[in-house]
Structures are given as structure tokens and as C-alpha cells.
């Protein structure tokens, strides 16, 4: 059958794993495509919060497999810790979670490098999660990398050591830092243990002949497309391809296979750790949207930088990854405010702008387009109709802005509260 690819299209955090936990059922296999455990997608259901890094979000469905590809990145202590909140929740992840053996592993001397690397770039530094993320892929093009299929060769522990030195050498042209690696090395190769008790396969085989055998695929990306290596607000960016071609090289299937493309954006706009946001807010309305959305980062803690909605962003993002359906989630989170903004265009040296420019900065001022608030709850809302006026009228005006039909409106993080049209 074919390929349905669901990002986010903002800078992540767009609430991306809940809506791939409810679409789960309609779909056979559900595949993480890249980036690491610098992700954290949550996941609330029973009552209760689950949150993931690497593992895809349909790992909670029974009968659903669901694999890690090959463009994503794996610290196997992470996904040890991962794996133990898996089995917690009465789920045996040795039966339903595959790992593609071409999926690079992060070492210890990764997380190192990263950390030295933020630290000694001060105030430059781009923000990065501290998990070791862009040594590895640097590792991955530069033809060094420790793959997972690798952990089946008998020379395992040499080609380990052998990148394990190299970084060692690195390392020497930073300041040094407080890590322990000796400690984590340890702890690191006990984990590379557990992980050759999960189904290593052959991710593009796998996938392709699911297609061929008539099954339907769920591509779950990380980050947000904004982050993307190439297209986002470079160097403020991740080190992989967070949007749709993503998918393709990051799973081993054909551009031909994508038949939809979900894009994700949150009512309002977030950004975790350094680098532009045209529309942050320093205000009251900022706080408000920082306290009722709780916005901390699933992966790191810190707190999220908040904003308003920014049209031509979401146009751009829109256009580079082909989206097809739009999702608006954490709607609820505006309750109650009196008014809300939403930015149309943006304002440079006395110019209108309407797209995002090569370079993203502090000169850009949004142009505002305000809407009335609501005022009122959605917890009771059952459908799309059921919808206050004013909120049936922000989401109306916003497609047409944007020119994409919303095909979902999540009101809040559980499975029960997601409208569909």
C-alpha cells in the first residue's frame, strides 16, 4: 500500500506523539525515520504520562509493530531506560519493536565531544540537547560510524575502540570537562547487551515488502521541520533531515510510496534553546501560554520559549515538505485569553515580508492579525461543530491564510480529546 509521513512543522514540540498514538490503529507498522533521544514525544493515556525518545509512539497498540530506522540515531542507554518504562506499562517490546541494523549508535565519547563542544563555544552555542546527536551523524558522513548491525560482528569491541580513539584525540583541542567516562562506558556496554535481544532486520527489505504485501505505514518524524538541517534556522538546527524526504532515506523507501503528509502545528508557536523566533512573546500573554501549556522540554527539561502563531513559517514549512492534512493541537491552551495573534507577515527596514528570508533574525517585527478569544472550556467539546464561534473562526481564517485544510484539532493530551473532520 503506501506511506503516510507525520511531522511537525514548527520547532518541534508540536505534540506529534500523541497524534501518531491515535492514528496507530488505522496503520500496520509505525517507523521512526531520525534524529535520537534529543526528541521527546508524550504520550497520555489511563491517566497516565509517557514519554519517548527513540522508540516509535505506536509501541503502546497491540499488535502493532513498530521499528526504528535507519536514519535515527540510538544511545543504548537511553533506550534501556526506554525499553524498562515499555514493560512497565504491561507492554513486551521484544515483540513488537524491530531496529533497523543500519541505525548508527551514539557512544559515550559522543555525548563528550557534544558537551565539550557547547561549552566551549559560550555564548555561540546553538543549543544543542547535550545527547550526543550531531558527533554521531558527524561520525555517519564522515564514514566512521558504529552501526547496530555491527553489534553482531565478532570485531564489535575493536571497531568500538577504534572510534572511541579517534574522538579521545578530538577531545584534546576542547577544555576539558566533568564526565565520567569510565563510568558511562561501563554502564554504555552493559546496555549494547540488552539491545541484541531486540529483532535487528533489515529495515528497507522489511518496510518495502510490507508495501508489497498491501500494509500501511506510519512514518513518525522528531524535532520540528524548522530544525530541519537544511531548510531550518541554520546553524540553530538538528543534524538530520526532520522533514518529509526524510523519510524516504531515513526508512529506505521511494519518494512514489508517500501518499499522505500530516503536518503538525501547535495553536501557537514554541522553540527550545538558542536561535530566531520571529513571534516570542516577553510579555504576559508569553508567560500565560508558557504556564497553561506547560511548556518544559519532554527530552530536557528546559522551558520552552513561546509565541504566537506565525503564518508565513507555517507557509514555508508547509511548501518544503508537501503537506497534505494539517493538525492544530494544544487549541485548549488558549482558553482564556481575551485576545489572540496570529502573525501574517513580517516587517524589515521599512519592507513588508511575506517569506522567510535567508537569514532569520531579530530585524524581522510580525506584522499581527488579532482575533477575539473564547473564553470558555473545550473539555466538554465532543466535534469540531461543538466549538465556540470564535475559535470555529480562528481555525476558518487561519486556512485560509495558510491554504490547508485542518483535518484534526486536538484539545488537549489525552487519547479521547482529538476532533476529527
Known amino acids: 500500500m503506501a506511506v503516510d509521513v507525520i511531522l511537525g512543522l514548527q520547532w518541534g514540540d508540536e505534540g506529534k506523539g500523541k497524534i501518531v498514538d491515535c492514528l496507530a490503529p488505522d496503520y500496520d507498522v509505525i517507523c521512526r525515520f531520525q534524529g535520537g533521544p534529543n526528541a521527546g514525544h508524550t504520550l497520555k493515556f489511563e491517566g497516565k504520562k509517557h514519554v519517548l525518545h527513540t522508540i516509535p509512539s505506536g509501541i503502546f497498540r497491540e499488535n502493532l509493530k513498530n521499528v526504528i530506522g535507519n536514519g535515527v540515531v540510538i544511545d543504548p542507554i537511553t533506550l534501556a531506560r526506554e525499553l524498562d518504562d515499555v514493560r512497565k506499562a504491561g507492554i513486551t517490546p521484544e515483540d513488537n519493536l524491530m531496529v533497523s541494523r543500519k541505525a548508527h549508535l551514539i557512544l559515550p565519547t559522543h555525548r563528550m565531544l557534544?558537551?565539550?563542544?557547547?561549552?566551549?563555544?559560550?555564548?555561540?552555542?546553538?543549543?544543542?540537547?547535550?545527547?550526543?546527536?550531531?558527533?554521531?551523524y558527524m561520525d555517519k558522513t564522515g564514514r566512521n560510524g558504529l552501526r547496530v548491525g555491527d553489534l553482531e560482528s565478532p570485531e564489535f569491541l575493536q571497531r568500538y575502540n577504534a572510534l572511541k580513539e579517534k574522538h579521545l584525540v578530538l577531545l584534546k583541542i576542547y577544555p576539558e570537562i566533568d564526565f565520567d567516562l569510565e563510568a558511562e562506558e561501563e554502564k554504555w556496554l552493559a546496555k549494547v547487551e540488552e539491545m541484541r535481544s531486540l529483532k535487528l532486520i533489515d529495515g528497507e527489505y522489511y518496510i518495502n515488502s510490507l508495501l508489497s504485501n498491501g500494509k500501511n505505514v506510519l512514518a513518525e518524524g522528531a524535532q520540528g521541520s524548522m530544525l530541519d538541517i537544511d531548510f531550518g534556522t541554520y546553524p540553530y538546527v538538528t543534524s538530520s533531515n526532520t522533514i518529509t524526504p526524510g523519510a524516504c532515506t531515513g526508512l529506505g523507501i521511494?519518494?512514489?510510496?508517500?501518499?499522505?503528509?500530516?503536518?503538525i502545528t501547535k495553536a501557537y508557536c514554541t522553540r527550545v534553546g538558542s536561535g530566531p523566533f520571529p513571534t516570542e512573546l516577553f510579555d504576559e500573554d508569553g508567560d500565560k501560554l508558557a504556564k497553561f501549556g506547560h511548556e518544559f522540554g519532554a527530552t530536557t527539561g528546559r522551558p520552552r520559549r513561546c509565541g504566537w502563531l506565525d503564518v508565513p513559517q507555517l507557509k514555508y514549512t508547509i511548501m518544503i515538505n508537501g503537506v497534505t492534512q494539517l493538525v492544530m493541537t494544544k487549541i485548549d491552551v488558549l482558553d482564556s485569553f481575551d485576545e489572540i495573534k496570529v502573525s501574517t507577515s513580517y516587517s524589515a527596514n521599512d519592507r513588508k515580508i511575506e517569506q522567510l528570508p535567508f537569514h532569520v533574525d531579530d530585524s524581522l517585527k510580525p506584522n499581527w492579525k488579532v482575533f477575539r478569544g473564547w473564553k470558555r472550556d473545550l473539555d466538554d467539546v465532543k466535534s469540531v461543530e461543538d466549538l465556540p464561534k470564535d475559535a470555529k473562526a480562528y481555525i476558518d481564517e487561519l486556512e485560509s491564510l495558510i491554504g490547508v485544510p485542518f483535518s484534526m484539532i486536538s484539545t488537549g493530551p489525552e487519547r479521547k480529546k482529538l476532533l476529527k473532520r
Open 254 to 263: 521511494a519518494p512514489s510510496r508517500i501518499r499522505e503528509v500530516i503536518g
Open 114 to 136: 557534544d558537551q565539550a563542544s557547547e561549552a566551549y563555544k559560550g555564548s555561540a552555542k546553538i543549543g544543542s540537547t547535550l545527547r550526543g546527536i550531531g558527533p554521531t
